[in-house]
């Protein structure tokens, strides 16, 4: 992977963990999903026209069917997602979906796109993987640790079915996005802003059936929304210009140093416990990136 790339991803992680720790904290439900695409459509407004005047009008109908494909995957993604922390913690939630997305990404690109893993990536990418399960099971992956706490247990449940089902999402819209991108051209910026844009449009007959609701959990999630409209872009327009320089096996799990990140906050802010475990996973993580990006 190229110097240039891997800036590129690890920023993206950096932006990518903290609007996921605004998500869980000042996340919501239908509304909020609806009010970030609309969020994400009028801060990058200026920057999509100025892209779009010359580029939108030369899309071909196989570029119009990926960016529809991408945002119906994407709104179900984002909705899962949300669903995911409502019904369980970020450290559960986030590292199943950030582990299972990259390696079901991977096999994908190595399946469908002609990609090669190679020895050495196929250890990065169990580097990943294996850190994400770390961090997830903790010392329950020796015995230890379990609770009789059937709450906490089916909290831990749902995270893990929650995160899983994200996970094969974020495989999906990896792929359509890297294909739009890389074998077609198609700008990353305009492929998120016309994505959000149908997102808001798809979602609107939800918000519409609970509207008496919308700008009361507007006024409680307004940061949480703020700060996905704001940070949430960037970061995917960050990876998918990496995914131009570098393969996609590549970029897919080495953007999971993410969970380096999260393990901090998580830990920190969020009051998480089994932090050694966390932090132990995040460095197996960051040694599968070194092996991926060399």
Not at 28 to 38: D, K, L, N, Y
Not at 170 to 183: E, M, S
Not at 237 to 248: M, T
Not at 257 to 283: C, H, K, Y
Request: with cysteine.
């Amino acid at each position: 992977m190229p110097a240039s790339a891997l800036a590129l991803v690890l920023t993206a992680a950096l932006l990518h963990a903290l609007w996921n720790l605004a998500a869980k904290k000042w996340g919501g439900g239908p509304h909020f999903v609806m009010s970030c695409a609309i969020g994400v459509v009028l801060l990058w407004l200026p920057a999509a026209v100025w892209l779009g005047v010359d580029e939108v009008p030369h899309w071909t109908p196989l570029v119009w069917g990926l960016v529809v494909a991408s945002a119906v995957v994407h709104l179900l993604y984002f909705n899962c997602l949300v669903a995911g922390y409502r019904a369980s913690d970020l450290t559960v939630v986030y590292p199943v979906a950030r582990g299972s997305g990259p390696l079901l990404s991977a096999l994908a690109a190595v399946l469908l796109l002609g990609e090669h893993l190679g020895a050495q990536g196929a250890l990065g990418l169990a580097g990943v993987v294996g850190g994400i399960l770390l961090i997830t099971l903790g010392p329950r992956l020796i015995g230890r640790g379990l609770t009789h706490d059937a709450a906490a247990e089916r909290r831990r449940r749902l995270g893990l079915l929650w995160g899983a089902a994200t996970g094969a999402l974020i495989a999906g819209y990896t792929v359509i996005d890297a294909y739009a991108v890389k074998l077609l051209a198609v700008s990353p910026l305009l492929l998120d802003w016309v994505g959000n844009l149908l997102r808001m449009v798809m979602q609107a007959p939800v918000s519409l059936r609970q509207r008496h609701t919308f700008w009361s959990e507007v006024r409680q999630s307004w940061r949480g929304i703020l700060a996905v409209s704001a940070l949430g872009p960037a970061a995917y327009v960050l990876v998918l210009l990496a995914v131009k320089e570098a393969p996609l096996s590549r970029v897919a799990p080495a953007r999971e140093v993410s969970m380096l990140i999260a393990a901090l906050l998580g830990g920190q802010l969020l009051g998480e416990a089994e932090r050694g475990w966390r932090l132990a996973g995040a460095g197996l993580i960051a040694l599968g990136v070194v092996a991926l990006a060399m």
